[in-house]
């Protein structure tokens, strides 16, 4: 619930953004390099594997189109990422266990409640990534490969979350 205000108010105020993406940066363990490459690897993986999963149980064309766009752009994301040194040095973290619970929650669900939990993770996730993204591109004023990489992944990543957006399904009631 926190994470989701944050986020909230990251892309609502302007002014206070940057307090905003600090703090759940901090929630997400800090905006060092080694935390950057650990949060966007298990924000990848956890991207593909939810998708594998709505492709397993969904018929809805498409948000299962959506869902091999996130396979295959997230696995190549995740292989340029393990291409710079810095990256290439650190084990591929797992799945942590708030991911691990969402994942959970998305394979207990079937049909309709699948596709509109899988969107709105991914709108989650997509915000999430966003902010971890951006601020740590932009938290020096000196480009390593690191944060070209980060800046060079935003419009991606803002790409994503606008597709996520146009499949929420219209609610019941």
């Not at 994470?3 to 929630?27: D, G, M």
Request: charged share 20%.
């Amino acid at each position: 619930m926190l994470r989701r205000a944050l986020l909230v108010t990251a892309f609502a105020v302007p002014a206070s953004a940057a307090v905003a993406q600090t703090e759940l940066l901090n929630i997400l363990g800090g905006s060092g390099a080694a935390n950057f490459i650990d949060q966007a690897a298990r924000s990848d993986l956890f991207e593909i594997e939810s998708s594998r999963i709505l492709l397993i149980g969904s018929q809805h064309p498409q948000i299962r189109e959506f869902a091999q766009r996130m396979i295959e752009h997230h696995t190549m994301n995740t292989n340029e990422l393990r291409s710079i040194p810095e990256a290439a040095e650190r084990n591929p973290p797992a799945l942590d266990a708030r991911h691990v619970a969402l994942l959970n929650a998305l394979r207990a669900a079937e049909g309709d409640l699948l596709n509109r939990t899988y969107v709105d993770q991914q709108i989650d996730a997509h915000e999430e990534a966003i902010v971890l993204f951006r601020t740590f591109a932009n938290a020096e004023p000196q480009v390593t490969p690191l944060r070209a990489f980060a800046r060079s992944k935003l419009p991606m990543l803002e790409q994503h979350l606008a597709m996520a957006r146009a499949l929420q399904l219209p609610r019941a009631g």
